[in-house]
């Protein structure tokens, strides 16, 4: 009966079938218990945060990273395009440097957020996770971080647009899109934008860890890693 219910509950997409083959090996018969599969995906996701959570902090780090770089919201692309078809891509790109410059900016202030929320997992939440899709432990840390790095990268990002005199740029970019003949004037909160948009690269940066490290066992640098991943293949 408890079989059954661990089948229902660890992962609904399933079948049973399938998943008492795991659950069979997990914590009972194999040397594993559940205090070790928490540790090593403790140790799975600071390896995902150290590798590639710091790169974003980098000059450049979003801006020439095509997975994460921040691009115009929808109704600014086509301030974007006008601005290029008459002349002012300089204008245009200058815009787009400081939207990712904010970015990197703020991703300093994730790191700490990040050790307190792995070092939070459960063994039950281990258990579910290790079960779970490709980017399940990244989906717990969004679950468990996203709040609170929002409003942590907010002011940063907001801050960073004062220092580089974004808030004029964007203005002036604006005001001469604004001017033009038929168009329909926009005006939009670039801050609140950049920071989601920051929040999503540093989660798909994390997913890509995780990925590598669930799919490949090359990249599985650590006994611990070796031996917890084993058990989801």
């Known amino acids: 009966m408890k079989r059954i219910l661990l089948c229902v509950l660890v992962f609904q997409l399933v079948g049973c079938a399938e998943l008492q083959q795991v659950v069979n090996q997990l914590p009972q018969g194999t040397g594993i218990g559940n205090a070790e599969i928490a ?9 995902g945060i150290e590798k590639q959570v ?40 200058e815009g787009l440097r400081i939207l990712n410059r904010a970015a990197e900016d703020a991703i300093g202030e994730a790191t700490p957020i990040f050790v307190d929320a792995v070092k939070g997992i459960t ?7 290790l079960l779970g899709a490709d980017n399940a432990a990244t989906q717990y840390l969004e679950r468990t971080t996203q709040t609170q790095l929002y409003n942590k990268f907010n002011p940063i990002i907001q801050n ?25 004037d926009v005006n939009p909160d670039l801050t609140d934008y950049t920071t989601n948009e920051a929040l999503k690269g540093v989660y798909t940066m994390i997913a890509l860890e995780e990925k590598e490290i669930r799919t490949k066992v090359s990249s599985r640098t650590t006994d611990l890693l070796k031996k917890v991943f084993a058990l989801q293949d």
């Open 39 to 47: 540790q090593g995906l403790r140790e799975a996701l600071n390896m």
């Open 160 to 184: 960073s647009f004062q220092k580089v005199g974004a808030d004029k740029i964007w203005t002036n970019i604006i005001t001469k899109y604004n001017s033009l003949p038929l168009t329909n």
């Open 123 to 129: 063994f039950n939440d281990a258990r579910q996770i």
């Open 54 to 93: 710091n790169k974003l902090a980098l000059e450049n780090g979003f801006f020439k990273n095509e997975l994460v770089k921040i691009l115009l919201p929808q109704e600014l692309q086509k301030v974007d395009k006008t601005l290029r078809d008459i002349g002012l891509s300089s204008l245009a790109d």
